[in-house]
């Protein structure tokens, strides 16, 4: 079952307000604002002293930065045309030749409009190394359905085939109809009705915790077509009928990216701000960033409602954005996501990050024991060793060994049941027996490894807009 914030856990300062959705854009709560007295061509001479040449580009990457992000996204694509009528060159194809991974993915993010953005985006997720769902499913159930209508219009004017053909052929079962049913548009706009609410809530209850099975096609005609205020009523009426908030219902009945997509709705009703904020704070904890998520979601809130999201951020988490970004990203690329979210005061502070320390390992206590053979045995964090470890054995880790005599080297977090004569283990493996100087890489399970050449070496791929390796 995933884990979130629910209506009810959220509380206190959950906020059910009004959707912050479409409409014009509202600088108040952005962190990006325009630029006063803005000349597009004294901006666009400027990109372009910068970049005569690599060198003088790489060190002046801070004018770069600050005309990116002091500029609305309105004047940067004035300055996009000045430096086209001015020097014949394209912007874009200039940052790409001298800017460099997630620095550059961010500059050219800012250079396109938010329509084009999203489609590309969406094109991304799709097409790219793995399908990335989170990012198809933030993208659109945060759009209106005239957002929805530029977006298809740019994606299969850039890419050729329309943005539903695009899903169709990526996606399967109810996760397909669901994202299908919402690219198509149709939710509706009318107030609340409270006798349709009633029967919308009643008939969720039916199709899922009232009866055996679910019957999936309900969630998805009403999540996806009522309009954003009768879906609140309609959750609230649902808890009142259920007992449950109507994310622990989703959660029990549903499951996968189908389930996903329902919660995101929901989550988008109850405070799209909130759902932001959530999202920000998933990209960065735990082992490893996910920077396709952080740059979308701050390139896409940054002029609408980054202020409050980072206030919300701040109060759920206990750290503001800023600190995370410091903790979680480095150089240019962190210094124009702290611009971006109005903290480039924030630049010159060194990172503390909760990553860099090791978690305590629960019931793993640090063992001593008499050495009987001698040998110097080298030990980093907490490991367990339940036998002697003899003979000048080499241990580095926090893993578990039951048996780890003669001479092995084990390196990392793994549990080894019995490991004699010299073994060389890398990794977070389960070795059952692997005697007789065995060669062991990785994540896998070894019953049983007796060559001295014998190599076991596993790669894990995530797919959450990054790969891990584990060795």
């Keep these: 079952m995933e884990t979130g914030i629910s209506v009810e856990a959220a509380a206190p300062g959950f906020d059910i307000g009004t959707p912050d959705v479409g409409g014009k854009i509202n600088f108040k709560s952005g962190t990006v604002k325009p630029m006063v007295d803005f000349d597009a061509k004294a901006q666009s001479q400027k990109l372009k002293d910068i970049m005569k040449s690599v060198k003088g580009f790489g060190m002046h990457k801070t004018v770069l930065i600050e005309i990116l992000t002091g500029t609305s996204n ?37 250079l396109r409009t938010p329509a084009e953005y999203d489609a590309y985006c969406l094109r991304k997720a799709i097409k790219g190394l ?32 329309t943005l539903e053909d695009d899903i169709a052929g990526d996606t399967s079962g109810d996760f397909k109809k669901i994202l299908m049913l919402l690219v198509k548009g149709g939710r509706s706009k009318a107030g609340v009705d409270q ?14 915790e009232g009866q055996l099975g679910t019957d999936e096609s309900v969630f998805i005609n009403i999540l996806a077509t009522r309009s954003y205020k009768q879906l609140k009523v ?23 990216n189908f389930g996903k997509t329902l919660k995101t709705i929901v989550r988008v009703v109850m405070g799209k701000k909130l759902y932001y904020a959530m999202r ?22 940054c002029e609408t409602r980054l202020m409050d999201i980072k206030a919300i951020f701040q109060r759920e988490y206990g750290d503001s954005l800023g600190k995370w970004i410091i903790d979680n990203t480095s150089g240019n690329y962190r210094l124009i996501l702290l611009h971006l979210i109005g903290e480039a005061s924030l630049a010159d502070v060194p990172a503390t990050s909760p990553k860099e320390k090791s978690p305590k390992k629960k019931g793993l206590k640090k063992f001593s024991f008499k050495r009987s053979g001698g040998g110097p045995k080298i030990s980093a964090k907490a490991d367990a060793d339940l036998s002697p470890d003899v003979k000048g054995d080499l241990d580095i880790g926090g893993d578990l060994d039951v048996d780890v005599p003669k001479g092995g080297i084990d390196i990392g977090g793994d549990i080894d049941i019995e490991k004699p004569k010299g073994g060389l283990d890398i990794g977070g493996g389960l070795d059952i027996k692997k005697p007789k100087g065995g060669f062991g890489i990785g994540g896998g399970l070894d019953v049983k490894v007796e060559s001295t050449s014998e190599v076991t070496l596993e790669v894990v791929r995530q797919t959450k807009g990054r790969n891990r390796h584990r060795w």
């Design 74 to 110: 309105a004047q940067r694509q004035e300055i996009i045309k000045e430096y086209k009528a001015e020097f014949g060159r394209d912007l874009i194809a200039d940052i790409k030749a001298n800017a460099r991974f997630n620095f550059a993915k961010v500059c050219i993010g800012l």
């Design 130 to 161: 793995g399908t990335d769902e989170d990012a198809i499913i933030e993208i659109i159930c945060t759009c209106t359905d005239e957002e929805l209508v530029v977006i298809k219009g740019i994606y299969q004017r850039e890419y050729g085939i």
């Design 195 to 208: 006798v349709q609410a009633e029967a919308d809530a009643r008939a969720i209850f039916d199709a899922g």
């Design 234 to 256: 309609i959750f609230r009426i649902y808890e009142q009928i259920s007992k449950k908030t109507i994310l622990d219902a989703i959660d029990s009945e549903t499951s996968g």
């Design 280 to 301: 920000l704070q998933v990209s960065m904890k735990g082992l490893g960033t996910d920077d396709r998520a952080l740059i979308r979601i701050i390139i896409r809130t």
